[in-house]
């Protein structure tokens, strides 16, 4: 019976969670031919192509699948066992994150759950403020990984996605196009207010802020009661229900654009799967999303020319 060396393995499983050979071979401190020449001898102990070579980037094959599942749970166990020898406590990392309080609320914990099972020694600390200030962490260094929103496409982000933006309004709303216009916002510090002030400020229009709140619940709710209009993106105004206003007597809004952000030095390859991972997720989570090429995917078409 063959037996796979688990150097193998965990070589396979690098190249998988970092979707790249190059940072694969950083991670496990060897030089990308050696990862490469890896994956070619577990292939052959295997019989079959592990990886899909007729697409771009890095996509397995049903066997390939199959192969990185079984990898993930021996290579746990093996882990495991190492870790019954190892005298005194393991030495923990901690990734701080930072996003918006409603900004993939509902898929974060899931992932850095998931995240822990395969990583049992990472911490997770996660803060919620407004973009600039993250943003301002971020490059400050007191905040490893940031997921938010912006009003311009991010140069630097690891990815990034637009996102068309509307108008919504209670079902019984209705504008007087000589007064200010209500709004309803998390407040000026709100990317989705600066976006809406800055399209009305340009249409020549007055606007007052009648609604500020904390959570999105709460700006829904005012929203409902009728109390002003808010701008927020399409997918989320369907996922809860909301009155989209598409031919509201007000400028179009622009897109608007979600990033994920990785912060140089510390342990910038646990960063960078991390937002990996976050990132298929959200992809998921969010079909309507424009994909924009990110500094990730410029690094994986690299790789597929090497």
Same mark, same amino acid.
């Given at each position: 019976?063959?037996?796979?060396?688990? =150097?193998?393995?965990?070589?396979? /499983?690098?190249?998988?969670?970092?979707?790249?050979?190059?940072?694969?071979?950083?991670?496990?401190?060897?030089?990308?031919?050696?990862?490469? #020449?890896?994956?070619?001898?577990?292939?052959?102990?295997?019989?079959?192509?592990?990886?899909?070579?007729?697409?771009?980037?890095?996509?397995?094959?049903?066997?390939?699948?199959?192969?990185?599942?079984?990898?993930?749970?021996?290579?746990?166990?093996? =882990?495991?066992?190492?870790?019954?020898? *190892? #005298?005194?406590?393991?030495?923990?990392?901690?990734?701080?994150?930072?996003?918006?309080?409603?900004?993939?609320?509902?898929?974060?914990?899931?992932?850095?759950?998931?995240?822990?099972?395969?990583?049992?020694?990472?911490?997770?600390i996660v803060r919620t403020d407004f973009h600039d200030s993250l943003l301002r962490d971020l490059r400050s260094g007191e905040v490893d990984?940031?997921?938010?929103?912006?009003?311009?496409?991010?140069?630097?982000?690891?990815?990034?996605?637009?996102? *068309? /933006?509307?108008?919504?309004?209670?079902?019984?709303?209705?504008?007087?196009?000589?007064?200010?216009?209500?709004?309803v916002s998390h407040g000026e510090r709100s990317v989705y207010h600066r976006l809406a002030v800055t399209a009305l400020k340009a249409a020549?229009?007055?606007?007052? =802020?009648?609604?500020?709140?904390?959570?999105?619940?709460?700006?829904?709710?005012? /929203?409902?009661?009728?109390?002003?209009?808010?701008?927020?993106?399409?997918?989320?105004?369907?996922?809860?229900?909301?009155?989209?206003?598409?031919?509201?007597?007000?400028?179009?809004?622009?897109?608007?654009?979600?990033?994920?952000?990785?912060?140089?030095?510390?342990?910038?390859?646990?960063?960078?799967?991390?937002?990996?991972?976050?990132?298929?997720?959200?992809?998921?989570?969010?079909?309507? #999303?424009?994909?924009?090429?990110?500094?990730?995917?410029?690094?994986?078409?690299? =790789?597929?020319?090497?």
């Open positions: 019976m063959t037996n796979i060396p688990t =150097d193998l393995l965990r070589t396979l /499983v690098a190249v998988v969670d970092l979707r790249s050979f190059t940072k694969a071979a950083a991670s496990l401190g060897v030089t990308q031919p050696a990862v490469s #020449a890896q994956i070619k001898r577990l292939q052959f102990l295997l019989g079959g192509e592990l990886f899909d070579r007729s697409s771009q980037g890095i996509s397995l094959t049903p066997q390939g699948e199959m192969v990185v599942s079984y990898a993930r749970r021996l290579l746990s166990i093996n =882990d495991q066992i190492v870790h019954l020898g *190892e #005298a005194g406590p393991r030495p923990e990392l901690v990734i701080r994150v930072g996003t918006p309080s409603d900004f993939i609320a509902s898929i974060l914990p899931n992932i850095l759950a998931r995240f822990r099972e395969r990583w049992p020694d990472v911490r997770f990984l940031y997921v938010g929103l912006s009003m311009s496409q991010p140069p630097d982000a690891r990815h990034s996605w637009a996102e *068309e /933006v509307v108008w919504v309004r209670g079902a019984a709303s209705q504008l007087d196009i000589d007064r200010p216009v209500p709004l020549g229009l007055e606007w007052e =802020d009648v609604f500020t709140g904390p959570s999105m619940n709460s700006l829904n709710g005012a /929203v409902a009661a009728g109390l002003g209009v808010m701008a927020v993106t399409r997918r989320r105004a369907n996922d809860v229900g909301m009155l989209i206003w598409d031919d509201a007597p007000l400028p179009k809004l622009p897109d608007l654009y979600s990033g994920i952000y990785v912060r140089e030095g510390g342990a910038r390859a646990a960063y960078e799967q991390l937002a990996d991972e976050i990132a298929e997720a959200i992809s998921a989570a969010r079909p309507g #999303a424009r994909k924009i090429v990110g500094v990730a995917d410029k690094a994986l078409k690299t =790789d597929s020319a090497a």
